[in-house]
């Protein structure tokens, strides 16, 4: 029989795995929501127990000695498996919530608006939702992700991504700004190219690839205030800063309600949102919901916003 009163305390064992997966305490710290002094008490105590050192510190980082590469990959093993199992027992029960990981200002300005309808449509599901970027795939504890991609998809192993919509973006502006009422109408792609636009990191070519699509060079773009994230180049749209781009579905209410307006309308891009889902049959069960939740935003995405 195996002796468990041997085996070191269980949080001991997760922080050092996280730490032995970034070779990081700082990066184990953000992922465990701690400091970066508990990581590191932790990562000692662990050391005493056991009477070995398990890393060696290179700079500000980790580098696995031969007994922490053994343990590393004894906890990736048996945690990972207690993972999947844990999970999988929670999924089996419909009352469990569903985990959904999605953009910031996807989560802000298109499904926040629509949750009293989600709960009109699936009363039995619970959902709770918690924001990513774009790059962030399906990870432990949570049972879905929708993301912006490009075909392609990447998937990983035990992964299964479905296409619920294709991205389309378009420059708005307020109603009420000067540059609309002293341009001559029909307003054509040109009238942007001395107009200021906004823009953001996370999507630096949002401008240069719809002038691609209108024909026109973007050597000439009057670029005004940047932003870290598109949520933020919105806020600044609706004050009245410039002109901002986004995909038709982040401003649907705001087109809805006249807080903005689109005048040349959306283009299509090679972008498509996406719904990653665990691959059924495999260890990591699929949420009893997962599917009424697909279908439900594909029918909602596939509403036409107002242009």
Not at 59 to 64: D, K
Request: some cysteine; charged content about 25%.
């Amino acid at each position: 029989m195996e002796r468990t009163e041997l085996l070191p305390p269980l949080n001991a064992l997760r922080t050092f795995d996280v730490a032995a997966r970034h070779e990081s305490a700082s990066r184990a710290a953000e992922e465990l929501h701690v400091t970066h002094g508990a990581v590191s008490r932790q990562i000692r105590q662990l050391e005493d127990a056991l009477g070995t050192r398990l890393f060696d510190r290179v700079g500000r980082g980790l580098t696995l000695t031969q007994a922490g590469r053994e343990l590393a990959t004894a906890t990736r093993h048996h945690l990972g498996g207690l993972a999947r199992v844990c999970g999988a027992l929670a999924r089996s029960d419909a009352r469990a919530p569903f985990v959904l990981s999605c953009p910031g200002s996807f989560l802000a300005r298109w499904f926040i608006p629509r949750l009293g309808a989600l709960k009109d449509a699936l009363p039995e599901l619970e959902l709770h939702l918690t924001a990513s970027d774009d790059n962030e795939g399906l990870r432990n504890g949570v049972d879905g992700v929708l993301r912006f991609q490009t075909p392609p998809f990447d998937d990983a192993e035990h992964q299964e991504t479905r296409v619920l919509g294709t991205e389309r973006i378009g420059p708005v502006l307020r109603p009420d700004s000067e540059w609309l009422s002293e341009a001559s109408s029909p307003l054509s792609p040109e009238v942007l190219l001395g107009l200021p636009l906004l823009h953001t990191r996370s999507r630096p070519q949002a401008w240069p690839d719809w002038c691609s699509r209108q024909g026109l060079s973007s050597e000439g773009l009057d670029y005004a205030q940047g932003f870290e994230h598109l949520n933020y180049l919105l806020e600044a749209t609706l004050v009245g800063l410039g002109v901002g781009i986004a995909p038709d579905y982040l401003v649907e209410e705001d087109l809805r309600s006249k807080r903005l307006v689109a005048p040349w309308g959306f283009v299509e891009t090679e972008a498509c949102l996406t719904l990653t889902l665990p691959q059924v049959g495999r260890a990591r069960a699929r949420h009893p919901h997962a599917e009424a939740l697909g279908e439900w935003l594909a029918r909602e995405l596939a509403t036409a916003p107002p242009h």
